[in-house]
């Protein structure tokens, strides 16, 4: 069973936090609340998330104190954020978004397809770096299979490795149509460059399980960075 990604989605406002529910509900993914930034950062130190719906205007602690420390934490950094905010005081307003670190700045009312649409993408992308943790992981059962053996193998080795292969294949299938798309609707240069650094991680695992198969020349092969 697939394991479905978590959205957090922060506003003071209940009633806007029912109306993000209720668009991206069509996404059947985890919706998770949070009426303010405190309530979001603590959220943030037990779950991992696809992507943060934050609002900008909240008392005490708004969307952009609450963004610096989203973005100030390694284990929460790298997750994408969209900025949401009911009011629209020009370029300078958007720079501030941008700069704390926002990949989205959306001005309400917005189009709900067009935030269900950038919203997916993320959940996409996060869902296929678990899977590519996921063979990592396999990959590296393997290697230390592969070590005790003495590089010999064996028919339970040579399964794990057709199957490791198989479930490769389906990713990097999914992720190259996922790039296609990117590049057809024209969509975020944050989406676009994280699709980018999938692939490459991709690469170099198919790299380094190709070098497990029988016959191949080389040393040990390097699994890539996960980050």
């Not at 709900?112 to 990959?139: D, I, T």
């Not at 798309?181 to 991709?202: F, G, I, M, P």
Request: charged fraction near 25%; proline fraction near 4%; glycine fraction near 8%.
């Amino acid at each position: 069973m697939v394991q479905k990604a978590k959205i957090l989605l922060v506003d003071d406002r209940p009633e806007n936090l029912l109306a993000l529910e209720a668009i991206l509900s069509a996404l059947d993914q985890t919706l998770v609340r949070a009426s303010s930034g405190e309530e979001a950062l603590k959220a943030l130190l037990t779950d991992d998330f696809a992507v943060i719906l934050l609002d900008v205007q909240m008392p005490g602690m708004d969307g952009f104190e609450t963004a610096a420390h989203i973005k100030r934490r390694e284990r929460t950094r790298d997750i994408p954020i969209i900025f949401l905010t009911a009011i629209n005081h020009g370029p300078h307003h958007t720079f501030r978004g941008y700069a704390a670190g926002a990949v989205d700045y959306i001005s309400k009312p917005f189009d709900p397809w067009v935030l269900r649409a950038k919203v997916s993408v993320f959940v996409e992308l996060y869902m296929k770096n678990c899977q590519l943790r996921e063979q990592a992981a396999l990959l590296r059962l393997q290697l230390e299979g592969s070590g005790r053996e003495g590089g010999a193998g064996g028919r339970e080795s040579a399964g794990l490795l057709a199957e490791l292969s198989a479930r490769l294949a389906a990713v990097e299938e999914q992720a190259e149509a996922l790039s296609k798309q990117l590049d057809d609707d024209s969509a975020d240069a944050a989406a676009v460059a994280t699709a980018a650094h999938l692939e490459r991680k991709l690469t170099g695992l198919r790299r380094a399980l190709d070098a497990l198969e029988p016959g191949a020349g080389g040393g040990a092969p390097t699994l890539p960075s996960q980050t």
